[in-house]
Each structure stands twice: as structure tokens, then as C-alpha cells.
């Protein structure tokens, strides 16, 4: 069983910044992808950043330039930076993590942070 606990989210202004913790339960050496996921009501969760137990990080074309993800290998977080923060960003933010064994791939997903722009 593998836990996932986000923070960070909250209330922020149009072009503010945000960051965002996720904290891991076992060494996040041993996964082999993290990332952050968000969703607004009535819609599918989206990817919006990830990054492979090799520091390879992903980024879709909505948050390029803006978002930034990392990781702390030591004390098993993993960050998402926000900055330049717009409306559309708002969602509920969820922390991702795949870990790979012999018997196969398994996803854990955090309970989500809610992250709202709005001025």
C-alpha cells in the first residue's frame, strides 16, 4: 500500500503562483513515475506534469513555460511549482504514482488539493 498526501492548494489571485507537496509513503526512488493530475467537475482528469524515477520530467502544452515539477528524493516529495496562475487552472489537483513489480503496474492517486484562481 503505498500513500499519497497532497498540500499547498488554496485561493490565489490571476498570475499569482502556487506550490504544491505531495508526500510519499515509501522511498519514491522505488516508483517509477509521478506526476500531477487535475480535474473539474464534469470533465476527465487530466495529466498535467510528470516525472520518471530518473528526474525526466513531462509537461502538457497547457502549463509549459508555467508549471514546474520536482522531486526530493530524500524526504519523498514530490513539488509542482505553479506560476503565472489563470482561471482555467482551477481544479482539483491530484498527486500520481506507478510503481512497477514483477507482478505488474499499480496506480495510487492521492485525495486531491483544490487550487482555485480568481480574483
Known amino acids: 500500500q503505498v500513500q499519497l498526501v497532497e498540500s499547498g492548494g488554496g485561493l490565489v489571485q490571476p498570475g499569482g503562483s502556487l506550490r504544491l507537496s505531495c508526500a510519499a509513503s515509501?522511498?519514491?526512488?522505488?516508483?517509477?513515475?509521478m506526476g500531477w493530475y487535475r480535474q473539474v467537475p464534469g470533465k476527465q482528469r487530466e495529466l498535467v506534469a510528470s516525472?520518471?524515477?530518473?528526474?525526466?520530467?513531462y509537461y502538457v502544452d497547457a502549463v509549459k513555460g508555467r508549471f514546474a515539477i520536482s522531486r526530493d528524493v530524500a524526504e519523498n516529495k514530490m513539488y509542482l511549482q505553479m506560476n503565472d496562475l489563470a482561471p482555467d487552472d482551477t481544479a482539483v489537483y491530484y498527486c500520481?504514482?506507478?510503481?512497477?513489480?514483477?507482478?505488474?503496474?499499480?496506480?495510487?492517486w492521492g485525495q486531491g488539493t483544490q487550487v482555485t484562481v480568481s480574483s
Open positions: 500520481h504514482a506507478q510503481r512497477v513489480e514483477w507482478s505488474g503496474a499499480t496506480d495510487y
Open positions: 516525472i520518471t524515477s530518473y528526474g525526466t520530467p
Open positions: 515509501i522511498d519514491i526512488i522505488n516508483l517509477r513515475i
